[in-house]
């Protein structure tokens, strides 16, 4: 059976041979790279300990340095699984869904007449490039000039000019020998409707040749020189050689500059792939006129398995990257994902480069945020979201948006990261409170109420309700920090985490975390200057702080070390529990199982452990008839006092 021209190429860049060649060896995680698709293995052909059987999974080949086997998917399930070409070719296929093409037995002709096309395609290639160097081509020369384009630019990327005239390239193209259907066919010349001679469809345009990954001429872009004229890019029409949903543009140069470690970037036209390019971004491609199709961006990947999409700052590049998402996300696999890199407002990537060159354009790139961002970007920005129904709709968005990604574990990861941004976004707003103790620095939530009189903040637990636990840690934390400053740098992040909706609590949490004093004396004074001698003195003598030993023992670094340590972890426990209730209340409208329940009993465990004092753990106890935990020494105490009772009483 004779198989189409360019079925085998599509079956290549559909198949991942780390994923075929998976199925009979195990990775080397020490010696592979999955983010490059440089992945390394025991060889499956000969008996071997050492991995010395290597797999390029961008460019589609293996080869052993033990045994010299070689090859590509095609070749490797031949040899593994003992098949012939063809039905090595079907295995993949269907792995693969890509149907089989029908047992045609005028397939060979078809290949010919490719090859035919394909020369067609070269001839006008040097017909346009020849017209680029002509009079008629001064004002598309001058255009190139203005862009920066030098004359080895040009060269390299084959640029041509298409002249003004109806039928210039079909008289060549004719006079060479060329029969008018293949003309017709390569989609170079359209026909007429009103009887006459078919016309040349690129006319009075600069020509951008567009090759497939094999290096062949199968389409054309045309930029207009007349700003009145419709189209100001055209392309190609689709032909037996083009589909432009399933090509880039500079894939061939991208996909060898990619192998050598360069980022592969997707721009958006042809232009910027070039400027890019000449700037040293060499693994640059583009679509073909309209928006990234699956199959590009299969192919994308198929590259380099994080590429960068680089978009123009302005709203039709927005709209761009989230119509680039909404495709992605049912798509997305570990080792394949996508980062986006926003051009200044009003700029495209040749704009910036000819603007302030590659160093500029190097830094957006590196910049360039995770996709999970720029889906955040979307469903949050010049929004306001001030109310129970707004937070919940947007709730129910985001899951609705995540449940489209397919892999299990990749949207565990995005809802964690989802819930992040979330937290970000409605965690208690810092503002400067005035009027209260004149212009020092307490601060407290926008909406919170006023502070408590004294008589009720004594009463705390009754006062702060269900977040009374959460705040007593809060202020032991910020007391223990107090007396040995020369902890805060050690649990400066988790200081930055703590809500402390108090505004005294808050402006104490500001000073510490501003502080870079190791001497408690001085760091104490700019505490009483935030909040006032009085309040501080009235929280270090809180019930709930005196009783803490170290506190009580001042000096013991360690043991305020681990106090606050403790402390820290039983917040966190807490505010585990709270998420998991809350996420498990969502999940209930869903789906109500097992795993439920299960997750909210190991929250529930792990908060209870949290909770449980250190030494209670690791002392000397036993487990009563009714489940409590009884200390041995206070058991042994207490029937020691209950015989001296009874024997006190004599014989009955």
Known sequence: MSLPPGFLDELRNRTSLAQVVGRKVIWDNRKSNQGKGDMWAPCPFHQEKSASFHVDDRKGYYYCFGCQAKGDAISFVRESENVEFMEAVEILAREAGVPMPARDPQAAKRASRHEVLAEVMEQAVRYFRMQLNGAAAAQARAYLDRRGLSAEARDRFELGFAPEGWQNLRDHLRGQGVPEDLILAVGLTRASDKGRDPYDVFRNRIMFPIRDGRGRAIAFGGRAMDPNDNAKYLNS???????????????????????????????????????????????????????????????????????????????????????????????????????????????????????????????????????????????????????????????????????????????????????????????????????????????????????????????????????????????????????????????????????????????????????????????????????????????????????????RTPGDVSLARLTVAEELAKIDAQRGLAAEIHEAEEDLRDLADEALTWRLAQAAKARDESVQRKDETQSDFEIAPNGVRIDREEKRRAEAIWDQIRFSKGPN
């Open 237 to 551: 029409p689709e032909t037996e050689l083009f589909d432009k949903g399933r090509n880039l543009y500079n894939l061939r140069a991208a996909r060898e500059a990619a192998g050598k470690g360069d980022p592969l970037i997707v721009a958006e036209g042809y232009m910027d792939v070039i400027a890019l390019s000449e700037a040293g971004f060499g693994a640059s491609v583009a679509p073909l006129g309209t928006a990234v199709t699956e199959s590009q961006l299969q192919l994308i990947w198929r590259v380099s398995g994080e590429p960068v999409v680089a978009l123009d700052g302005d709203k039709a590049g927005l709209r761009a990257a989230y119509r680039v998402i909404d495709l992605a996300l049912p798509l997305l696999e570990a080792g394949k994902s996508l980062r986006f890199a926003l051009m200044p407002e009003g700029k495209d990537p040749d704009d910036l480069l000819r603007a302030e060159g590659a160093g500029a354009v190097e830094k957006v790139l590196t910049r360039a945020m995770p996709m999970v961002h720029l889906l955040w970007r979307r469903e949050t920005e010049g929004k306001v979201f001030d109310s129970p129904e707004r937070k919940a709709a947007l709730d129910a968005r985001l899951r609705e948006v995540l449940r489209g990604i397919q892999d299990q574990g990749l949207r565990r990861h995005y809802g964690d990261e989802i819930k992040e941004l979330r937290y970000q976004l409605f965690r208690p707003q810092r503002v400067p409170r005035q009027g209260l103790r004149g212009k020092k620095g307490a601060w407290r939530k926008w909406d919170a109420p006023l502070p408590p009189s004294a008589e009720v903040r004594r009463s705390l637990l009754v006062a702060a309700g269900d977040h009374a636990e959460a705040e007593l840690r809060e202020a032991v934390i910020l007391c223990v920090l107090l007396t040995t400053p020369e902890l805060i740098p050690e649990f400066e992040h988790q200081i930055d985490s703590l809500d402390c909706a108090d505004p005294d609590r808050a402006a104490l949490r500001d000073v510490l975390l501003r502080c870079r004093e190791t001497d408690p004396g001085v760091v104490r004074d700019a505490c009483e200057q935030a909040i006032g001698a009085m309040a501080l003195e009235s929280l270090l003598c809180a019930r709930h702080v005196a009783v803490v030993p170290c506190l």
